[in-house]
C-alpha cells in the first residue's frame, strides 16, 4: 500500500508580502497532489501546518477545498493533524475542522484511528513545549499498551506527529526519539522543514521520517535547497517500510549569491542569463562585497 506524506504547506504565505510567492504555494501543493495520483497512492496524510495562519484567507481556503475535492473524487481519503500554524491561541474551533465535517478529509484522533483496509492511522496534533508531558508522553504510553495488546499483527499502523525530535535538533526539539510510542510501522512527522529520516533501535529499527516542507519557510533564508514529500509503501514488514521522495519541480527558482566589486559587470550579466533562463521571475538574495581600500592616515 501507498501512502502520502506531506506536511508543513503553509497554504497563504505571501514570502515579502508578494502576491506572486503566496500563488507558488498554491501551485507546489497541487503539483503534490497531482503526483500523489499518478503515483496510484492509497492515502494521503498531512502532517501539520496545512494552512500558515489559524485564521486563513479565503484564497488559500479555497485552493485546499478545491484540492481535497479532487482528491475525494479519485477516492483518495486524506488524513490531517493540526501544527502550530493550524491552531488558534483563543481556543477557537479550528478551520481544518470544517473540512472533517464536510467529509472531504478525515482529523487524526490519538485514541480512535482512522482504517484503511488493512492500515491504522492514528496521530496527535502539535503540543506546546510546556504540554508535551501531559499531551504527549503520558497519552504514549497509553497508547503504547494498547496497540501491544493488539492480537491481529497483520494491521499495520502509523503514528502522526507535528513535532520536533531532538534527536535530530536539539534545540529546536521538544521529544526524544526514545520518547515515541514502540508498535508503529511507520512514524509520519511534520514540523522540520528540511527532508529527514532514520531508523532508531530504540523504535525497533522502525522508520522516523519528515518529508520537509514544500517550499521556502518563513524562517528560512533564500537557498536553491530541493523541497517535496515523500512516497511510503507500507506493503511489507516494519524493517522494510520503504519510502520515495518526490521533488517538487515547480517550485520558484532560488538562488543566493555573492557580488565582487570589482567584477560587478561579470557577476550582474550571469544573473540577467539565469533569470532569462527562467520561467517563473528568478527569487534571489544577492549580497555585495565591500570593496577593500587601503586607507593612510
Not at 514570502?15 to 503534490?32: G, K
Not at 498531512?46 to 494552512?51: H, P, Y
Not at 513545549?129 to 493488539?150: A, H, Q, T, Y
Request: aromatic letters at 8%; one cysteine or more; a negative charge.
Amino acid at each position: 500500500m501507498l501512502i502520502s506524506h506531506i506536511s508543513d504547506i503553509h497554504l497563504g504565505y505571501a514570502q515579502f508580502n508578494l502576491q506572486e510567492r503566496e500563488e507558488d504555494l498554491y501551485a507546489v501543493f497541487e503539483e503534490s497532489v497531482e503526483k500523489s495520483i499518478h503515483e496510484h497512492v492509497e492515502a494521503i496524510i498531512l502532517a501539520g501546518d496545512i494552512f500558515h495562519n489559524p485564521k486563513p484567507n479565503g484564497a488559500s481556503i479555497i485552493k485546499l477545498a478545491r484540492e481535497l475535492k479532487k482528491l475525494k473524487e479519485k477516492s483518495i481519503p486524506v488524513y490531517f493533524i493540526l501544527g502550530e500554524h493550524d491552531i488558534s491561541r483563543t481556543n477557537d474551533v479550528p478551520l481544518l475542522f470544517l473540512f472533517h465535517n464536510l467529509g472531504l478529509a478525515k482529523r487524526l484522533r490519538p485514541d480512535s484511528p482512522a482504517q484503511i483496509k488493512d492500515l491504522l492511522i492514528y496521530g496527535f496534533n502539535k503540543e506546546r513545549r510546556s504540554n508535551v508531558e501531559n499531551g504527549l508522553i503520558k497519552p504514549f504510553k497509553k497508547l503504547e499498551k494498547m496497540v501491544k495488546n493488539d492480537e491481529d499483527k497483520r494491521v499495520k499502523k502509523i503514528l502522526v506527529l507535528h513535532q520536533g525530535l531532538a534527536d535530530f535538533n536539539k534545540f529546536a526539539g521538544e521529544i526524544s526519539a526514545s520518547d515515541l510510542p514502540l508498535g508503529f510501522d511507520y512514524y509520519a512527522m511534520g514540523h522540520y522543514h528540511d527532508h529527514i529520516q532514520k531508523r532508531f533501535s530504540q523504535l525497533e529499527n522502525h522508520l522516523v521520517a519528515y518529508p520537509g516542507s514544500l517550499d521556502l519557510g518563513h524562517n528560512e533564508p533564500i537557498s536553491d535547497a530541493e523541497k517535496g514529500f515523500l512516497i511510503v509503501d507500507v506493503s511489507n514488514s516494519p524493517e522494510n517500510v520503504t519510502t520515495q521522495w518526490i521533488n517538487i519541480e515547480k517550485r520558484r527558482p532560488q538562488i543566493s549569491y555573492s557580488l565582487d566589486y570589482d567584477e560587478l559587470d561579470k557577476h550582474l550579466k550571469y544573473l540577467l542569463d539565469l533569470s532569462l533562463k527562467c520561467q517563473k521571475k528568478l527569487n534571489s538574495n544577492l549580497k555585495l562585497k565591500e570593496e577593500k581600500m587601503d586607507l593612510k592616515v
